[in-house]
């Protein structure tokens, strides 16, 4: 026997199982936010003490002959504000000149930064030759191809043994207007040290893009598994998608894919992609686990995820056809994007109250990325340069946000997923072991206002549909309580009959029975079908029993009932149930 010792937040009762369940799930939950907390803290100073050694990189911000826009400039520095917010136009270029005059005899790597612009390196000797050692999106005589897609990261110049002393030139071509809007960073540095420079201001957005990463296939792989099992466990995959769309963009966007791939025209695709489609498991996740949704906020957001999906496809056209630059469209994903980061910021507010506690997960999740979101935009339109180097929001804030929200996320996720595994389980034990009406084999009363109650607290949909026999009185004292139980044995016959793919059928009193319908919904057409069907059922009842038989019955279906209030529907389907026995009374006194 089992043994209820409470009641859920939904109403429903708890076994001593569940309650351990609980119990035991919300402790794994402290200890791995602990963990979280503690392996951040340790990676936060392993972090601070490998910055406290690094490898050499040459102080080359002084001494550069500049030219551009028809301007010269001599023995400048690169890091002046002058050569800030530049207005270069597209096919303009900008020539740089510097020598190499630190004492070194090795290999030497230079760090040139392009962004959507083509870059060709040069060496001069003593006597004026000049030796181009790298290009990229340009050559010598063609120049740049109209409309090519080039991408933005750093371009990797390793210089011929024995470059000290001679002059190196850097020659940048824009592709479009406002691609180059400072002079290029150059960074020179040993040859065996380049990549270890590049990487050791990006460690700790490497650390967090690969576990995003990471974490996004083994959820995907984990979910695709259990749903084997429970179906609803294939919802995380939405979130496995989001966390691999976003880890892919932090990489690229923060150029650590780099450390992987050299390609800056495939890394920029993959950047902005990415990012088109980073709201579309978002959104998704949010159709698929709140439960208490308007139809007009699904169609929002079904309309925005159509919207993205058209953009991202655009994007790749135009590019494809060599008329603009993938990022063209980036202000028209900002303005999509910032459209719904509000709009669920406000929806999570508005159902916070009324949220179960996996969803209010859920919800901080939403905040949090709604939030970086905002903030990201905001900054990005606000300074130009924002989107040239990597920076304090590359580095830190936008991969710590991504971090934050996948974990809470998942939690929720998890904490949903065994919430109705539970309640499943739960609703199973309590049909099965519990609450059966003795005379008919039906579910009492305690099951059906069990199911009302976890109906009222998920805001599903439903049926609701209520049955009472006329005359059942006068027939207990006319022919006695036996012809009586024959009469609700046989109507309860009927019902199961007639009513076979119902949820639940129960009775509720001596001549009341109440038909829930959740998976199988009907429509009002289909409930007249049936009930004339069990009046032909009523019909032999009568015959055997020798009496005259009729019942009369009321309805309510979820979607004409506002928010899907359970006592209103009820309200509803007796009201109709009355007005049909007042009806069948009047054909009668008329008759």
């Known amino acids: 026997m089992v043994e209820y010792i409470c009641y859920h937040d939904s109403g429903l009762f708890l076994t001593k199982e569940m309650i351990e369940r609980r119990r035991i799930f919300n402790n794994i939950i402290k200890v791995c936010l602990f963990s979280a907390a503690v392996f951040c803290i340790i990676w936060m100073l392993i972090y601070l003490v490998a910055n406290q050694s690094g490898s050499k990189v040459f102080d080359t911000d002084n001494g550069w002959d500049i030219d551009f826009s028809g301007r010269q400039y001599r023995n400048a520095s690169i890091k002046d504000r002058k050569f800030r917010h530049l207005d270069l136009k597209r ?90 809007v400072e002079v290029p960073e150059v960074i020179i540095t040993p040859f065996n040290d380049a990549l270890a420079v590049f990487v050791k201001g990006r460690s700790f957005v490497a650390f967090v893009s690969f576990y995003i990463f990471i974490a996004g296939a083994l959820v995907i792989l984990l979910s695709l598994f259990a749903t084997v099992f429970d179906p609803g466990f294939f919802r995380m995959i939405y979130l496995g998608f989001f966390s691999i769309c976003s880890s892919l963009w932090c990489m690229c966007s923060s150029k650590v894919v780099q450390i992987f791939s050299r390609d800056l025209h495939t890394n920029s695709m993959i950047e902005y992609m990415s990012l088109y489609l980073l709201f579309i498991p978002l959104l998704i996740m949010v159709l698929t686990c709140f439960y208490n949704l308007a139809t007009w906020q699904k169609l929002v957001m079904t309309g925005s995820v159509c919207a993205y999906t058209g953009l991202s496809a655009a994007a790749i056209v135009l590019q494809k056809l060599r008329l603009v630059n993938v990022d063209y469209l980036l202000p028209v994903f900002h303005a999509l994007m910032a459209f719904d980061a509000v709009f669920l910021v406000v929806l999570s507010l508005y159902h916070w109250k009324r949220s179960r506690v996996s969803e209010k997960y859920l919800e901080s999740g939403i905040f949090v990325a709604a939030i970086a979101a905002v903030i ?14 990597y920076n304090f929001l590359d580095m830190f804030f936008i991969p710590l946000s991504l971090l934050m929200m996948t974990n809470v996320i998942f939690i929720g996720y998890v904490k949903g997923v065994l919430e109705q595994m539970a309640e499943k389980a739960q609703r199973q034990r309590l049909l099965e072991n519990s609450g059966t009406d003795t005379l008919t084999g039906l579910k009492d009363n305690i099951i059906g206002e069990s199911v009302l109650r976890r109906i009222s607290a998920d805001k599903s949909d439903y049926v609701f549909i209520i049955y009472d026999l006329n005359g059942l009185r006068r027939i207990n004292r006319e022919k ?38 959740e998976k199988n919904m009907i429509s009002v057409y289909e409930i007249e079908k049936r009930a004339k069907q069990l009046e032909k059922e009523l019909e032999g009842v009568s015959v055997r029993a020798g009496v005259e038989l009729d019942a009369a019955y009321g309805y309510a279906l979820s979607g004409e009932i506002r928010d899907k209030d359970t006592e209103r529907a009820l309200q509803v389907s007796k009201q109709r149930l009355y007005m049909m026995k007042t009806d069948m009374n009047n054909q009668r006194s008329g008759l």
């Not at 340009?138 to 109209?146: A, E, R, S």
């Not at 935009?377 to 040239?388: F, G, Q, R």
């Not at 009959?497 to 129960?506: C, P």
């Open 91 to 180: 096919n303009e270029t900008i020539v740089m000149k510097r020598k190499i005059d630190m004492e070194y005899t090795g290999r030497l790597t230079v760090m040139v930064y392009s962004r959507l612009s083509s870059v060709r390196v040069s060496l001069i000797d003593g006597r004026g030759h000049e030796k181009q050692v790298y290009y990229y999106g340009y050559n010598n005589y063609t120049g740049l191809n109209p409309g090519a897609f080039l991408g933005s990261g750093y371009n990797f110049v390793e210089l011929p043994q024995g470059s000290t002393g001679k002059i190196l030139k850097i020659m940048e071509m824009s592709s479009q207007n406002d691609s180059i």
């Open 376 to 389: 990201y935009t905001l900054v990005y339109y606000a300074d130009p340069l924002t989107h040239v180097y």
């Open 480 to 517: 006695g309580s036996h012809i009586g139980d024959l009469v609700i044995k046989g109507f309860a016959d009927g019902l199961r009959k007639v009513f076979y793919d119902a949820d639940l059928i129960s009775r509720t009193g001596g001549d009341e029975f109440f038909i829930v319908f």
